[in-house]
């Protein structure tokens, strides 16, 4: 099933830390934020279970106004711009290339680390 992505407005309070079956309070300020959801792989633009080559080839149909059949909007906008673009597929290529998590860039190296 492919939706669009839902918004959850979520609270976090006080809690409480288990590390190892040892209990300690964990004291949070009281923070409101907004939860998204999705139920689409970010970058799996044919839905298929897997982002690949081929999710990229379809964001170039599309970029092209080319017919792609079962194309799913949400995932191909990898980049969370809200529109689908080149920096979607830069996006998934990081995805593939195990760059980035979630849209978030990641350190891939030593030096990028310890910045």
């Known amino acids: 099933m492919n939706t669009a992505p839902n918004d959850y407005e979520i609270r976090i309070t006080d809690s409480e830390l288990d590390i190892d079956g040892e209990i300690m ?7 409101e934020s907004k ?3 999705s139920s689409v792989l970010l970058g799996d633009t044919n ?7 081929t999710d990229i080839s379809n964001i170039i149909d599309y970029i092209l106004h080319k017919d ?3 194309f799913v909007w949400h995932a191909a906008n990898a980049s969370g711009d809200e529109k689908i673009s080149v920096t979607d597929i830069s ?3 990081d995805i593939i290339l195990h760059k980035t998590v ?3 860039k990641q350190a ?4 990028e680390i310890d910045q």
């Open 25 to 31: 309070p964990l004291l949070l300020p009281e923070t």
């Open 35 to 37: 939860l998204t959801v």
């Open 47 to 53: 839905n298929d279970k897997r982002v690949s080559v």
């Open 68 to 70: 792609i059949p079962g």
């Open 91 to 93: 996006t998934i290529i």
């Open 102 to 104: 979630f849209g978030e």
């Open 108 to 111: 891939t190296r030593k030096e």
